[in-house]
């Protein structure tokens, strides 16, 4: 009878085992998932940080950002359109012209106009025409996505 009891206790040692060698694995498994997790979010604020130092280094670059950094302008006018489009788009030339006389003090619509024409040259900005709103202008998808990329904002 013992060795009946010894064989039957033997079994139930063995499952009792088998048992904790699934829960274990169970835990192993749940600890490798949550392992790769903190490795995404690490590499996550690696981006971030690398997006951070790249937008730092254009402002030590150039005192400031702004989305006219990643176009060929070089005159502090067209600059200014540009980043008045970027915060209100679109606008007529009125509307430009009344935004950059708030921003730099003085503006004509002359001086806006021609800006304008060497800014779709650039393909920088791009000119829409609405029946009731007339010619409009607005920041084309290029120079938009230019911006983004600096920001690391993934279109």
């Known amino acids: 009878?013992?060795?009946?009891?010894d064989e039957e206790e033997l079994?139930?040692?063995?499952?009792s085992l088998r048992d904790q060698v699934n829960s274990l694995e169970n835990m192993l498994e749940n600890l490798m998932?949550?392992?790769e997790n903190v490795l995404e979010k690490?590499?996550?604020a690696s981006e971030v940080e690398k997006k951070y130092m790249k937008i730092l280094s254009t402002y030590k670059?150039?005192?400031h950002i702004s989305p006219a950094q990643f176009t060929d302008i070089k005159d502090p006018i067209s600059e200014k359109i540009v980043e008045i489009l970027f915060d209100n788009s679109p606008l007529n030339i009125?509307?430009?012209t009344g935004r950059l006389r708030e921003k730099k003090g003085s503006a004509s619509r002359h001086t806006?106009?021609?800006k304008l024409k060497e800014l779709e040259e650039k393909n920088v900005v791009k000119k829409t025409e609405e029946e009731k709103k007339g010619k409009r202008y607005?920041?084309?998808e290029e120079t938009i996505n230019k911006w983004a990329e600096l920001l690391g904002i993934n279109k």
């Open 1 to 5: 009878m013992t060795e009946e009891m």
């Open 11 to 15: 079994k139930e040692e063995i499952e």
């Open 33 to 35: 998932t949550m392992h």
């Open 42 to 44: 690490a590499s996550a």
């Open 61 to 63: 670059k150039f005192g």
């Open 94 to 96: 009125t509307q430009i």
């Open 112 to 114: 806006v106009r021609k």
């Open 138 to 140: 607005e920041l084309t």
